[in-house]
């Protein structure tokens, strides 16, 4: 797509590429000042105080200890200090912003394996190293391994972040051109890790809305969700709208996003780390008032279903029309009462709009 | 046969400059492989599990067998002595032990090349090398391992005989600024070789008896590697530069005829980097899921360990300024450090710094950047060691004109080869790519082109080398006109290296006020 020939700078196609491109050129503005300095001086003082035979060689006290020589050490260690931290000070917020998806990002769900990405869209659409998204939004990637690290990397968007096994990691940017850029695993994975590449397609709002449409035909990821809940008996214990609270599992309904307190006397909040530990590693954090009763789904379950786990307690919502929320009817209710609410603490929800994709 | 058992510190550099060599020549050979495939974008030439293993086995020769023990087992063991006037180091018998323990890691690693080679990288991040990787990854541990000790009891002898060896009248401030950066070398290799000995042996465990430390699987934590390992290994990155800083310290002092400016500032700056190069190993962890605090922290203090290295760079410089500046062939390496040197330190500020790592980091501006300061930094300053002192390590002076030659062509070839990949970096070229999209092709191309005068470099002054040690016209004792004690005995130094223990009484680096005859 770009045409061969030496380029210095990829398409800057995310909110984010022109800060990092106007960093960049501070420091190579910077580097280059003091590299040609360093090179103008030592091959001036080369020529200029070459040796020339026959003239006597003059010893030099150090002058370094004389008073100049003092300003001079104190001058060449006070400028690359300051410089220097006005990198930090910049990359730093840079890095601030990197770090901090805004609040009513566009969620996608991303898993790395050998060799491939592996991406889900709330709406149900599953795609293989292709990621479908619209411009002008902010997109947050919630991202995890199934196998060993990977790194999510485009570098159109200038931004990355490894994706590890047994965790969850986030990556956010907005993307402000239409287009085609790579997706590149950035971080070694074995022997195909050259071939773990694929492709982002930012498209108009009108166009990804057309692409969502398409579908996949499986229902939401809330749904699949909830099916696969059905399915591994976590309902037969955990409350929900089918079954009345029996005391021995807590209530998942409002779960999410809120601060959950913990046996121990501690506290966590309930985002997709902890779900996901909770399902996997019960016996980890149990809930203030309940026994650690719950077997392990370790082995039972797909990285792929655990987001899709995940995404249908998110769809539970957050804690205030407890009951109301979830409906037994799993295919008609798809779009239902998920707005883009905030909890007491001010944590919005991460539930992003909805485009009206099932039939 | 009395040179396998030896304990003459110089034999047993000799003994240590010859493995190294042959070391280089293979970690080279698979650098030629590595600039073939990525001549073209497919990938044709080797098949992808092919290629990991070469660039593994580049970086696990290159660093752990040849940059790691190159200047400080041979320049430091040969010269330490000399420059403190003792007759040897503090443990003769140790110093022969160290060698041969490298020699036993090394055999680690031929085993590793010959039965199918490894295939993790050099840094052997887990889970993957641990339940994923089907190379030898046990076999190659175990002889980084196993190297490991011989580092820490080279870096021992150093601080013992530092400490204890010094000829009447050898204050610490009056040490040659060589043997300053050799203590501070010490101090990494003892403090930080055992972390990375402990965590190789941790990660044998989990690889082989599946207990669990790293893998998730086994209820481990991936990322807990590799803070251990940049924890090792990023000081190890100053115990590859500081001797080499040490060595130009010296080259630009002699061939300016003056003493280094700001001999303190120096000595400290060593210092300085051994300790804060502590603490900066986060800095290869910003995209890792760390902590944004964390981050920051680390980028801060990587600004901090910056500074004594700009303090160097810029107290050499004032050293030439009204000097009596000769180019002989270790000048030409001096100085191609200095340059080198400034645009890897340089470079390392764009990854220090948080919001421009994270489109960098495991792009190939991180290759260009560490080969500026590994090869252009560290190798320049082994080459420009080896010009200096190789007339008092074999008595024989090479050709002058031959030498001057190649080391211009390392000059250019080393940038041709590495400057295109800081563009390749900043488009967005991941590292560890067998193949790659079509639009990085022109700069590979030039980076490869810029390799072959690399190589033909490096091959010239092995030719004259071996051709001086025959031929050579012998070397007078003190053919630069230096000021240091192995000056001052025979080329090469007799066993006892000194007829009678020299007596100290001036500062280091007074140069005689008669006029220089230029030798080589």
């Known amino acids: 797509m770009e045409p061969t020939g030496i380029q210095l700078f990829p398409v800057a196609a995310s909110s984010i590429a022109g800060h990092v491109d106007a960093l960049y050129a501070f420091l190579v503005a910077v580097s280059a000042f003091f590299s040609l300095i360093i090179a103008f001086l030592v091959i001036l003082f080369a020529i200029k105080f070459r040796h020339r035979p026959g003239t006597p060689v003059v010893l030099h006290h150090d002058e370094s200890h004389s008073a100049g020589g003092m300003i001079l050490e104190i001058v060449w260690t006070a400028i690359p200090l300051g410089l220097s931290l006005i990198m930090f000070a910049w990359g730093a917020s840079i890095f601030f912003t990197e770090s901090r998806p805004p609040a009513d990002s566009l969620e996608v769900y991303v898993t790395g394996k050998r060799w491939m990405w592996k991406i889900q869209h709330l709406e149900g659409a599953r795609e293989i190293n292709e990621l479908h998204i619209p411009v002008d939004r902010d997109i947050r990637l919630t991202m995890t391994s199934e196998d060993v690290i990977h790194d999510f990397y485009v570098p159109a968007f200038r931004t990355k972040a490894d994706v590890v096994p047994g965790r969850y990691v986030t990556e956010w940017f907005r993307p402000t051109k239409t287009g085609q850029y790579h997706i590149f695993c950035a971080e070694y994975c074995g022997t195909k890790h050259s071939g773990m590449i694929g492709t982002v397609y930012v498209m108009s709002p009108k166009d990804y809305n057309d692409w969502l449409s398409t579908g996949s035909g499986e229902g939401s990821m809330a749904e699949q969700g909830e099916s696969l809940f059905n399915q591994l008996g976590c309902a037969n214990c955990h409350p929900s709208v089918i079954n009345k609270n029996n005391g021995r599992c807590p209530n998942l309904s409002g779960l999410f996003g809120t601060t959950v307190a913990l046996k121990d006397g501690s506290n966590v909040r309930a985002d997709e780390s902890y779900i996901r530990e909770s399902v996997l590693y019960p016996q980890a954090k149990i809930v203030a008032g309940y026994d650690d009763i719950m077997p392990t789904f370790k082995g039972l379950i797909t990285e792929d279903g655990m987001l899709k786990l995940v995404e249908y307690v998110k769809s539970l919502g957050p804690k205030n029309g407890t009951e109301s929320v979830a409906t037994p009817g799993p295919v008609e209710n798809s779009a239902s009462p998920h707005p883009s609410t905030h909890d007491a603490q001010g944590t919005p929800a991460p539930r992003a709009v909805r485009a009206p994709g099932n039939q | ?520």
């Not at chain 2, 810029?314 to 030439?320: I, S, V, Y």
Request: proline fraction near 6%; include cysteine.
């Open chain 2, 1 to 520: 046969m009395s040179w396998l058992l030896t304990e003459d510190h110089k034999r047993i550099a000799l003994l240590y400059l010859i493995v190294v060599t042959i070391f280089f020549g293979i970690g080279g050979m698979f650098a030629v492989f590595i600039r073939l495939q990525l001549s073209e974008p497919t990938g044709a030439m080797f098949d992808s599990n092919t290629y990991n293993k070469m660039f593994t086995m580049h970086g696990i020769v290159m660093v752990f067998f040849f940059l790691l023990p190159s200047i400080p087992a041979t320049l430091g063991n040969f010269l330490i002595p000399l420059m403190i006037g003792a007759k040897d180091l503090a443990f003769p018998r140790i110093n022969l032990l160290s060698w041969y323990i490298y020699i036993v890691g090394g055999l680690f690693t031929f085993y590793v090349l010959l039965s199918g080679g490894v295939d993790t990288g050099w840094t052997f991040y887990t889970p993957f090398s641990s339940s994923y990787s089907n190379g030898y990854v046990i076999a190659a541990g175990l002889g980084i391992f196993i190297n490991g000790f011989s580092g820490i009891l080279t870096g021992l002898n150093f601080i013992v005989t530092i400490h204890r060896m010094r000829a009447p009248g050898m204050t610490w401030f009056r040490m040659p600024l060589f043997v300053w950066a050799h203590y501070a070398t010490s101090m990494i290799m003892i403090l930080g070789t055992p972390v990375i000995a402990v965590t190789l042996f941790l990660l044998v465990l989990e690889r082989g008896l599946h207990i669990g430390f790293f893998d998730p699987a086994y209820g481990g934590d991936p990322v807990l590697f590799q803070h251990l390992f940049w924890f090792y290994s990023h000081p190890a990155v100053y115990i590859m530069i500081l001797p080499s800083m040490g060595v130009v310290t010296e080259i630009i002092s002699t061939f300016s005829s003056k003493k280094p400016f700001g001999y303190t500032f120096i000595a400290f700056s060593s210092v300085a980097i051994a300790v804060f190069g502590f603490l900066v190993w986060g800095h290869h962890l910003f995209v890792s899921s760390q902590s944004v605090y964390a981050g920051m922290v680390f980028s801060v203090l990587s600004y901090i360990v910056a500074i004594p290295s700009a303090i160097k760079v810029f107290n050499w410089t004032a050293t030439m300024y009204k000097g009596q500046v000769r180019l002989t062939t270790p000048m030409l390496y001096g100085i191609g450090f200095i340059g080198l040197f400034t645009v890897g330190g340089l470079t390392g500020l764009f990854l220090a710094c948080l919001g421009m790592d994270v489109h960098l980091t495991d792009t190939y501006f991180v290759i260009a950047h560490f080969h500026y300061v590994m090869v252009g930094g560290a190798i320049m300053g082994y080459l420009g060691g080896l010009h200096f002192w190789w007339p008092k390590m074999f008595g024989k002076m090479y050709p002058a004109g031959w030498s001057k030659v190649s080391a211009i062509i390392i000059f250019v070839g080393f940038n041709l080869t590495f400057f295109p990949q800081f563009l390749l970096g900043y488009m967005g070229m991941p590292r560890r790519y067998a193949a790659y999209p079509v639009e990085f092709q022109t700069l590979n191309v030039l980076s490869s082109a810029g390799a072959s005068i690399l190589g033909l470099g490096y091959l010239i002054p092995l030719v004259y080398f071996m051709w001086s040690l025959k031929y050579g016209p012998p070397a007078p004792a003190n053919p630069w006109g230096a000021s240091g004690l192995e000056w001052k005995t025979a080329s090469p130094p007799p066993t006892q290296n000194f007829e009678i223990t020299p007596v100290v009484t001036t500062d280091a680096y007074e140069y005689s006020t008669e006029e220089v005859v230029e030798v080589g």
